[in-house]
């Protein structure tokens, strides 16, 4: 047994090209101050309905807490497949399970380090809360070691970036939408929710992420564009950006009209929906188009809030300021949309370090 688990071991170091020598001379040492046996693989009996149960319980805490349908599902989703992929009862599954199970994700399945440390996460709030409420002794997420990977540097748009999405904005309603997204820095969600009725000269009530309201800002430039695009509105939506009353491609209903004209649906009443505002993938969607106009690279409506955040630390507001803005609970996740370059960091220890 012992030999085939080194020899087990040295294989699958193979594509590493290290000394093979070494590593065995260095497997030998630690191997000996262990007894080793196989296994044990008797079968057993999961009960699912237990199992979902419990998940059905943690779901319910995370929405009497006021956690977003897209996080619930988040939960439900991936606890139920992997206690399914694991096979046992909630209770009875051991830190080496969980263990064995995060390798597999990500070394047979090939999932990439953030996808596999979303299901570690959503393991330890399931563990921690089943812990908490006495449905377990002990919390095996305990031993499951926090997994460590290097996150992509997310960067926020360039002054030149801003001018040239600004001068690739074609129609009112597109000026709006981008100088909003630049003033508020609110997310695409917000954005779509907003109504006329809640626009108060230079601010606005914004119905944010995990039903929490909050009040955003509109600088000159976004009062004024939007102003622009509303006075064009001839119809009834209670919504600032509404939904088109045509499923499709708008064009389609635009015989007659010209091209350049075309994209302008949203001054015609007959063409608003009466009630439903724009959905998040069309709002999307038309920001892209307009980077790819503008020949910048990675536009979503996100980067707009990573963008503000950066430009006003650059500028000197406090980041607590810029946390409340953005309508974080936590500076830490401020922290991370933060774009800071060596350039920022010289520029800061010049002024204060003396």
Same mark, same amino acid.
């Given at each position: 047994?012992?030999?085939?688990?080194?020899?087990?071991?040295?294989?699958?170091?193979?594509?590493?090209?290290?000394?093979?020598?070494?590593?065995?001379?260095?497997?030998?040492?630690?191997?000996?101050?262990?007894?080793?046996?196989?296994?044990?693989?008797? +079968?057993?009996?999961?009960?699912?309905?237990?199992?979902? %149960?419990?998940?059905?319980?943690?779901?319910?805490?995370?929405?009497?807490?006021?956690?977003?349908?897209?996080?619930?599902?988040?939960?439900?989703?991936?606890?139920? =497949?992997?206690?399914?992929?694991?096979?046992?009862?909630?209770?009875?599954?051991?830190?080496?399970? *969980?263990?064995?199970?995060?390798?597999?994700?990500?070394?047979?399945?090939?999932?990439?380090?953030?996808?596999?440390?979303?299901?570690?996460?959503?393991?330890?709030?399931?563990?921690?809360?089943?812990?908490?409420?006495?449905? +377990?002794?002990?919390?095996?997420?305990?031993?499951?070691?926090?997994?460590?990977?290097? &996150?992509?540097?997310?960067?926020?748009?360039?002054?030149?970036?801003?001018?040239?999405?600004?001068?690739?904005?074609?129609?009112?309603?597109?000026?709006?939408?981008?100088?909003?997204?630049?003033? #508020?820095?609110?997310?695409?969600?917000?954005?779509?929710?907003?109504?006329?009725?809640? +626009?108060? #000269?230079?601010?606005?009530?914004? %119905?944010?992420?995990?039903?929490?309201?909050? +009040?955003?800002?509109?600088?000159?430039?976004?009062?004024?564009?939007?102003? =622009?695009?509303?006075?064009?509105? =001839?119809?009834?939506?209670?919504?600032?950006?509404?939904?088109?009353?045509?499923?499709?491609?708008?064009?389609?209903?635009? #015989?007659?009209?010209? =091209?350049?004209?075309?994209?302008?649906?949203?001054?015609?009443?007959?063409?608003?929906?009466? #009630?439903?505002?724009?959905?998040?993938?069309?709002?999307?969607?038309?920001?892209?188009?307009?980077?790819? &106009?503008?020949?910048?690279?990675?536009? %979503?409506?996100?980067?707009?809030?990573?963008?503000?955040?950066?430009?006003?630390?650059?500028?000197?507001?406090? *980041?607590?300021? *810029?946390?409340?803005?953005?309508?974080?609970?936590?500076?830490?996740?401020?922290?991370?949309?933060?774009?800071?370059?060596?350039?920022?960091?010289?520029?800061? %220890?010049?002024?204060?370090?003396?």
């Amino acid at each position: 047994m012992r030999s085939q688990l080194e020899t087990e071991l040295i294989n699958s170091l193979a594509p590493y090209n290290l000394p093979i020598e070494d590593v065995k001379a260095q497997f030998r040492l630690i191997l000996n101050e262990y007894e080793i046996e196989s296994r044990k693989t008797e +079968i057993v009996i999961r009960d699912e309905d237990k199992n979902n %149960h419990c998940i059905a319980m943690f779901v319910a805490s995370k929405m009497a807490s006021g956690r977003t349908d897209k996080t619930l599902h988040f939960y439900k989703s991936y606890l139920t =497949k992997i206690l399914n992929c694991i096979g046992k009862n909630y209770d009875e599954i051991t830190a080496d399970d *969980i263990k064995l199970y995060l390798a597999k994700k990500l070394r047979v399945d090939k999932c990439s380090k953030t996808s596999v440390d979303n299901e570690r996460r959503a393991l330890s709030s399931f563990y921690g809360w089943l812990h908490s409420n006495e449905y +377990i002794q002990k919390n095996p997420m305990n031993k499951v070691e926090v997994m460590k990977y290097n &996150k992509p540097k997310k960067k926020a748009f360039s002054d030149m970036d801003v001018e040239k999405i600004r001068n690739a904005c074609e129609t009112e309603r597109e000026t709006a939408i981008i100088e909003v997204l630049l003033s #508020t820095w609110c997310r695409v969600s917000e954005l779509t929710g907003m109504r006329i009725d809640e +626009i108060e #000269t230079d601010k606005i009530i914004v %119905h944010g992420k995990g039903e929490k309201d909050r +009040i955003v800002f509109l600088n000159a430039k976004a009062q004024l564009a939007l102003q =622009k695009y509303l006075d064009c509105r =001839k119809d009834n939506n209670p919504y600032i950006f509404p939904k088109s009353a045509y499923a499709g491609d708008i064009t389609k209903f635009t #015989t007659g009209i010209p =091209k350049s004209e075309q994209k302008k649906w949203y001054c015609r009443a007959d063409m608003v929906h009466a #009630t439903e505002p724009c959905d998040k993938g069309s709002i999307e969607s038309m920001v892209r188009d307009i980077g790819k &106009k503008a020949g910048v690279s990675k536009v %979503h409506p996100h980067r707009f809030r990573r963008t503000g955040a950066t430009f006003a630390l650059r500028a000197g507001m406090p *980041i607590m300021t *810029i946390s409340k803005l953005l309508g974080h609970a936590n500076i830490a996740v401020t922290q991370v949309y933060l774009d800071i370059n060596d350039e920022d960091l010289e520029n800061e %220890h010049g002024k204060y370090v003396r």
